[in-house]
C-alpha cells in the first residue's frame, strides 16, 4: 500500500471552517465546440469550463504565500512542495479563472521550484511576464503585503484572497504560520498570527474574502518519516473559528496532519491544495445556474483529501 493512502485513510487532512460566502467567481461550463477556443482546465476530459468573465475586476486582488526554506531556525524542516502551492495557487486566479489582474497579484516565496517543475517554471514566468508581484516570504514582507492588498477592493462585489503553505505553530491559546525567518523559540515576535490576518482581512471592503491555510504543527512530506511532525491541535483551528463573515478552508482538524506529495500535478503539491486546485479546474460540480460555487468546491476537497 502506498504510505500516503495509508496515511490519509487513517488521519483526512481536511475541514471547513466557520461561516463561507455561497459564490467565488468560478467557472462556468461551456459547450465544446470543434475548431473553437473554449479549453478544458479540469481533470474530466468530457467537460470544459470558462471564465465568468473575459477581464478581471480591478478590485480583485490576492497574496499567495509559498515557504519551502527557513532561513532563521534550522530545525525546521523545509518544505518540499509549498513554493508549488502559492504559483499554482496564483495562476489559477489570475489565467485560469480570471478573478484578478496580475498587477494585483502578488507571490511571495522562499525557494524555488523543482528542478524538474517545467510546468511550474512556466507559470510563475507568466505571472511575472504579465505584472505579477514576486518576492521573499520573511515576516514583514508578508505583513506590509497584507496591509497593502486590502486597499485594492473598492466594493462588496471584490474579491480579496490569502493563502499560505507552510509550518504553523501555536503559542497557548495563540497560533501563528510561519515566514522564512521565522523561529519556534520567538513565535510572538517572528511568525505571523493567524488572528492577525483574520481581523485585518475584515477590514477590507471586498464583499468575497477566502483564506487558504494548507498548514498543521508541522506539514510532513510523505516520502519520509512522520514521526518528526506535529498534528494541529485545538487552539491552531480554534483561531480559524471566530465567525467573520469571511470563507475559511485549511488543510487539517485538530489531531490530524497535512501531508505534500511529489507525485500530485506530476510536480508535487500540498494534499490540500491541489485538491482546492482540482475542484477549480473541474472537479467540483456546478449548480443549477451552471455556477461552480465555494460549497461544492469545499465538499469536492473533502471527498477527494
Known amino acids: ?92 486566479f489570475v489565467f485560469e479563472l480570471k478573478l484578478m489582474p496580475a498587477s494585483n497579484c502578488y507571490l511571495l516565496l522562499s525557494g524555488e521550484p523543482a528542478s524538474d517543475a517545467t510546468s511550474i517554471k512556466q507559470h510563475l514566468s507568466q505571472l511575472k511576464s504579465a505584472g505579477a508581484k514576486i518576492s521573499g516570504a520573511d515576516r514583514s514582507k508578508i505583513l506590509l503585503t497584507f496591509l497593502d492588498l486590502r486597499k485594492f477592493a473598492t466594493t462588496s462585489e471584490n474579491l480579496f484572497v490569502c493563502s499560505f503553505s507552510s509550518h504553523g505553530f501555536n503559542e497557548g491559546r495563540t497560533a501563528y504560520v510561519m515566514p522564512s525567518d521565522g523561529h519556534r523559540e520567538l513565535l510572538s515576535d517572528t511568525a505571523v498570527p493567524l488572528e492577525t490576518i483574520e481581523t485585518k482581512m475584515e477590514d477590507s471592503k471586498a464583499g468575497h474574502r477566502l483564506l487558504l491555510v494548507d498548514a ?51 510536480v508535487g503539491h500540498g494534499v490540500f491544495t491541489y485538491s482546492f486546485l482540482e475542484a477549480l479546474r473541474g472537479g467540483a460540480k456546478p449548480d443549477k445556474e451552471n455556477l461552480v460555487r465555494l460549497g461544492s468546491v469545499s465538499e469536492y476537497v473533502a471527498t477527494n483529501v
Request: positive net charge; glycine residues 12%.
Open 1 to 92: 500500500m502506498n504510505p500516503l493512502q495509508h496515511r490519509l485513510r487513517l488521519m483526512p487532512c481536511f475541514v471547513l471552517l466557520a461561516s463561507f460566502v455561497a459564490w467565488i467567481g468560478c467557472l462556468t461550463p461551456v459547450a465544446a465546440q470543434d475548431g473553437g477556443d473554449a479549453r478544458a482546465v479540469g481533470v474530466r476530459q468530457t467537460v470544459l469550463f470558462g471564465p465568468l468573465s473575459k477581464k478581471a475586476p480591478a478590485g480583485n486582488a490576492g497574496m499567495f504565500v509559498g515557504v519551502n526554506k527557513f532561513t532563521r531556525d534550522d530545525g525546521l524542516n523545509e518544505l518540499a512542495y509549498a513554493v508549488h502551492d502559492a504559483i499554482e495557487l496564483a495562476h489559477l
Open 216 to 266: 498543521c504543527q508541522e506539514r510532513v512530506s510523505a516520502r519520509g518519516s512522520s514521526s518528526t511532525g506535529k498534528a494541529a491541535n485545538a487552539a491552531f483551528i480554534d483561531a480559524l473559528k471566530k465567525p467573520s463573515g469571511q470563507a475559511k478552508l485549511a488543510s487539517c482538524s485538530p489531531g490530524e496532519f497535512s501531508f505534500e506529495h511529489g507525485s500530485l500535478g506530476g
